[in-house]
């Protein structure tokens, strides 16, 4: 056990120390340097919220040093699409030479899209989408197929039910959305609720947590107090996952994958916080399905193509994994398609 921490702790602390400090909570935090010839990138970032969104921030800020020929001027939206929406309208006074975006929610980018093309600025989106009608408006988009991820999710809950015998209207689940009209909730939360009419699973109630731990424990302990038989929390990220232990522990229930005998399983997305981590490889958190939020070097890769006069890929979705430590289930077919799951076990080398 100790081992794997330690790797897992090494592999998480090497990424997040590179460049590190925390995202603080600022309405601008711009970061420019003298022109000389640089590649001068300005990214508009939605937020400080969760693990997953401090590690993309990192990665970017890794990626796109100075030292590696990059001015990066980094904005932090706080989860306001009107800042971000300012934030490339100061980019294009700026006449930066490429806008990064990843955006809060999917729609209202129509205008500020416009104006960067009208600008002659390339937009890449990274992570969520943006709805628009004109696909034209972006260069290219690179981020993870959600609804995938809610796939491997209920198909995971589904082998488990089969495997330990349990009935599927006995699974009685609530979900705890992330921000709501983000594309990985609306992702997630398509999954869950085809996989609950599929099955016929009974879906007691989804409710937005945000993607932080602590609406996650605030939603959880409202739940609780509704559902008495409530015995599967579907979390729509780690941080919400973490609060939602809290809140059941706090209300005297315990959290496992005992469900017949009273458990309560939490399932869980992106495999980015530590504790969460932790918590998967002693059972404690049934699965979590990964999401990757390395999207820095996705991204230079799509500015050096640009560069070259290439044309990438309009769209580049990131392979992920599936994590457990129960080792009854080893792959998981989703639409014809295999994918395998990672089996957690406390020496494992790393994650
Ligand atoms: C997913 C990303 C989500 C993460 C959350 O790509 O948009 O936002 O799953 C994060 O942790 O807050």
Request: contains cysteine.
């Amino acid at each position: 056990m100790k081992k794997l921490y330690a790797a897992m702790m090494a592999f998480l602390l090497c990424i997040m120390v590179a460049g590190c400090g925390s995202t603080p909570a600022t309405n601008a935090i711009s970061e420019t340097e003298t022109e000389d010839g640089r590649i001068t990138i300005g990214f508009s970032q939605l937020g400080a919220e969760s693990d997953w969104r401090s590690m993309n921030t990192e990665s970017m800020k890794t990626t796109f040093s100075t030292a590696r020929g990059y001015n990066l001027i980094i904005e932090d939206g706080q989860q306001k699409q009107a800042n971000q929406i300012t934030a490339i309208r100061n980019f294009i006074q700026q006449g930066v030479d490429y806008i990064v975006l990843a955006p809060v929610t999917e729609n209202g980018w129509e205008t500020v899209l416009s104006e960067a093309q009208d600008a002659g600025i390339p937009v890449i989106i990274v992570d969520r989408m943006v709805a628009v009608e004109d696909d034209s408006l972006f260069s290219c988009w690179v981020g993870s197929d959600f609804e995938l991820e809610g796939k491997k999710a209920a198909e995971w809950l589904h082998q488990y039910s089969i495997l330990n015998e349990l009935a599927p209207e006995t699974l009685h689940i609530v979900n705890i959305q992330g921000t709501l009209g983000a594309s990985a909730q609306l992702g997630r939360t398509k999954a869950l609720e085809d996989a609950a009419a599929e099955f016929g699973w009974d879906l007691l109630e989804e409710a937005p947590g945000d993607f932080t731990q602590a609406k996650g424990e605030e939603v959880m302990a409202e739940l609780l107090d509704k559902y008495s038989q409530l015995n599967v929390v579907y979390c729509e990220n780690d941080n919400e996952a973490l609060g939602a232990i809290e809140a059941i522990e706090d209300a005297g229930r315990v959290v496992g994958s005992d469900i017949a005998n009273g458990e309560i399983m939490v399932l869980s997305f992106d495999g980015v916080n530590r504790s969460a981590v932790q918590y998967a490889v002693e059972g404690k958190i049934s699965c979590i399905t990964e999401c990757n939020p390395l999207h820095g070097p996705r991204v230079e890769a799509i500015i050096e193509a640009l560069e070259a006069g290439q044309t990438p890929e309009k769209f580049e979705y990131v392979d992920e994994a599936i994590y457990s430590c129960f080792d009854q289930i080893t792959e998981l077919t989703i639409q014809n398609q295999s994918y395998p799951v990672t089996i957690l076990t406390p020496d494992m080398p790393e994650l």
